[in-house]
């Protein structure tokens, strides 16, 4: 029973303790990443599939005048899908790999993400709110990446 009481007592030491939280940061990290390699793969899958489905079986070899068009936002959309998917797995990996959060690279992913519900935006649903939001966050995340960048390569400097 000494025993016991005396581990964990040294497990509650500062230095134990925190090594036993990087350990789970780590374990954590390594679970996304598989998590999110299962995402990227289940989007791939549905971009193929939307692809063949859609283009090949359904439009035949002469397809409609316009039809290409009218399936071009969600082909736009399903691909920048998995590169959203890319640069989160990239942020998880860069964590794994320095033990930190980088900013730029959290930024520049929104920026993706929301340019991605740019480009699949129906202008007929959405409001003049819904643009104002949109432009709003353009603007606030392309004013932080404009910031990180200057402080990054003036500390480069």
């Known amino acids: 029973m000494r025993k016991l009481f005396k581990r964990l007592r040294d ?5 134990n303790f925190l090594h036993s939280l990087k350990d789970v940061e780590v374990l954590v990290s390594k679970v996304l990443s598989i998590a999110m390699l299962i995402v990227i793969l289940v989007a791939i899958y549905d971009l193929v599939v939307f692809l063949v489905r859609d283009f090949l079986i359904a439009e035949g070899l002469v397809p409609e005048p316009g039809s290409f068009v009218n399936r071009l936002f969600t082909v736009f959309g399903l691909f920048l899908n998995v590169l959203i998917a890319l640069e989160i797995l990239e942020n998880i990996s860069a964590y794994l790999k320095k033990h930190m959060i980088q900013v730029e690279l ?8 929301v340019a991605r519900k ?11 709110m819904d643009l104002i939001a949109l432009a709003i966050a353009i603007f606030a995340l392309s004013v932080s990446y404009w910031i990180v960048r200057n402080i990054a390569s003036k500390q480069n400097s």
């Open 11 to 15: 497990a509650w030491k500062d230095e």
């Open 118 to 128: 740019i480009i699949i935006l129906d202008l007929e649903r959405k409001t003049a």
């Open 106 to 113: 959290v930024i520049v992913t929104s920026l993706v993400a």
